[in-house]
């Protein structure tokens, strides 16, 4: 069987930029197994595939799958998928594992909806100062950091609160590799997903500034983009700076733009997204 | 922008999603694509090896058909590598069955010299020199890379380096197959160690039992966590195992996850290794 398979970079405007995602279109009257799905998304090895098969003409179930799980929550390969799927119509549902998104084409690209997730102020425990420390303690002076929980993403956010874009741009994680194996130890027993280290721009276009880190594969890798670690950045910069229009920058090493506005209960994340595969799959 | 056509293949594989995966990148010899570009996509693939393939003979509309002779480089998402077997096989794969190429041998020029694949009974068979490994005294640096991929280190174990390629090959013949595939290995933990030794790459290896012997190879060095079948690691396994089973032939099977199986043939200088492909997806990059 054959499957019209797109390889989709998303939050960008530069091919090979953004965060990668798989695309695979499952024809209405076929069905696929989910072990089929994650043995696709383990074959390409992108950060996330995205499943998507049409429901009615504007509707379409989507699934995500990284390469060794399936995922409950990823924005860019959601936007990836709306820029495969928008070609036909300028508006569509998708049936998520998180339930209903709306996607539709507008001025800043591709605007998705999503819930907005604001997260819970915590008192930082020895573990988690730790994590902050191995980011900031390559610094001379390192910012005073804020620590925030999120249960939806279950991600440890951490606002730090003045830094220059292009030296937050330029720290490793962890910061240095010998540190590698006791940093993924510490960050397993939090059992979180990843750490967002997040900060106001000191850039007059940028809002926010962010660095996403998750574990695979007992590594700590980088997030190039994430959508879904913005729903929660835009309530909290509602929060904490009164901000509900923001302009994201993730300084990850290929880079990422989004366009967040908080509306009540709703964020709206836009972004670009460039075609770099097409093709097909043989399963 | 031009359109290049792009292939994922399974290779050391009968059917998909077992071997290892190399994207495979017909470059045309009109359309040259430069280095830069050619480290962005392999970096957008992001499995083992992207490799980027150009006829050197025969050259004109019919190139791919007809040449024999073609330039091939490979890349892992960060770095150019001088060797890779799985996707020299990958590429010789699409050669005969996608591109229409009747030639019944392919040589190919790469940075570790020129490598040669023929049509074969198993489906194709690649001729690499040997890297015949010699034993190492043990030292701190090699039992930590022992202890980071069994759990722990013994004195009834085998460490052989092939100076070549700078593979370390572990074998402790109290460790069955099974052990061999149950592995939970944690090399990232003795980075440091293999990096004072030059080592590029660990490899775990056992008695097989449908087949003559089993390995894991392990290479974070090159970024590489765990790679599921590799045909540069038996370029070094098969003189390490020939002395040991008295053998010139085998079957070995890398216990990989996704699995891989090779068939080898040995005399003095070389190692042929043979296996099969898959075509899983086809498509098309501009660039």
């Not at chain 1, 072990?35 to 098969?53: K, R, Y």
């Not at chain 2, 001088?82 to 005969?96: D, E, N, P, S, V």
Request: glycine share 6%.
């Amino acid at each position: 069987m054959k499957y019209e398979f797109y390889v989709v970079d998303a939050f960008t405007t530069n091919r090979f930029g953004g965060n990668p995602a798989g695309v695979v279109i499952i024809p209405h009257d076929a069905t696929m197994s989910e072990a089929t799905m994650q043995s696709i998304a383990n074959e390409v090895n992108l950060p996330m595939t995205s499943f998507v098969q049409a429901a009615d003409s504007n509707t379409f179930t989507l699934l995500w799958f990284n390469p060794t799980a399936k995922a409950t929550f990823c924005g860019h390969a959601t936007l990836a998928a709306a820029h495969i799927l928008l070609t036909n119509s300028t508006e569509i549902t998708l049936l998520s594992p998180i339930g209903e998104l709306e996607a539709k084409r507008t001025s800043k690209g591709i605007t998705l909806k999503f819930a907005s997730n604001p997260p819970h102020r915590l008192e930082p425990s020895a573990q988690q100062q730790s994590i902050a420390n191995e980011f900031l303690g390559q610094m001379p002076n390192p910012p005073s950091t804020q620590f925030f929980y999120e249960p939806t993403t279950n991600d440890l956010f951490i606002l730090l609160d003045s830094i220059d874009d292009s030296e937050f741009a330029r720290l490793s994680f962890p910061s240095a590799p010998e540190n590698m194996a006791g940093l993924v130890g510490r960050m397993e027993s939090l059992g979180i997903r990843g750490v967002v280290f997040v900060a106001q721009s000191q850039q007059a276009n940028r809002d926010s500034i962010s660095r996403v880190f998750n574990v695979r594969d007992k590594l700590v890798v980088e997030d190039q983009v994430t959508g879904s670690a913005h729903t929660v950045i835009a309530p909290l910069f509602y929060e904490i700076f009164g901000k509900s229009a923001i302009h994201a920058h993730q300084c990850s090493q290929r880079q990422g733009q989004l366009y967040l506005e908080l509306v009540g209960d709703q964020v709206y994340i836009s972004g670009n997204a460039v075609l770099a595969i097409q093709g097909n799959i043989s399963v | 922008m031009t359109k290049y056509q792009i292939f994922t293949v399974d290779a050391f594989a009968s059917e998909p999603f077992t071997g290892n995966q190399a994207g495979i990148v017909p470059v045309p010899s009109w359309q040259p694509i430069p280095d830069e570009t050619m480290h962005k996509l392999a970096a957008e693939m992001n499995i083992s090896e992207t490799a980027y393939l150009t006829p050197v003979d025969h050259l004109g509309e019919q190139e791919f058909q007809q040449a024999s002779r073609f330039t091939l480089r490979w890349f892992t998402p960060t770095v150019e590598v001088r060797l890779c077997g799985h996707a020299t096989l990958a590429a010789a794969h699409i050669l005969a069955h996608e591109l229409g190429n009747h030639n019944e041998e392919f040589r190919f020029d790469t940075l570790g010299g020129v490598l040669v694949v023929r049509k074969s009974a198993e489906g194709l068979e690649m001729t690499f020199p040997l890297d015949i490994p010699a034993p190492v005294s043990a030292n701190d640096n090699f039992e930590l890379l022992a202890k980071s991929v069994f759990g722990y280190y013994s004195d009834s174990m085998e460490m052989e380096l092939s100076p070549g390629l700078r593979y370390l090959v572990i074998h402790d013949p109290h460790r069955s197959a099974q052990d061999i595939a149950a592995l939970q290995p944690r090399v990232s933990e003795a980075l440091e160690a293999g990096r004072r030794e030059r080592v590029e790459i660990v490899i775990a290896t056992g008695r097989g039992e449908q087949e003559d012997f089993v390995s894991r190879v392990f290479g974070p060095w090159c970024g590489i966590t765990e790679d599921p079948a590799t045909g540069s690691a038996h370029t070094v396994l098969a003189p390490f195992w020939s002395k040991r089973l008295q053998k010139s032939q085998f079957v070995a099977k890398q216990c990989s996850k996704r699995g891989g199986v090779l068939s080898l043939q040995l005399d003095k200088e070389h190692v042929r290794i043979s296996g099969s492909a898959v075509v899983v997806v086809k498509g098309s990059v501009e660039l």
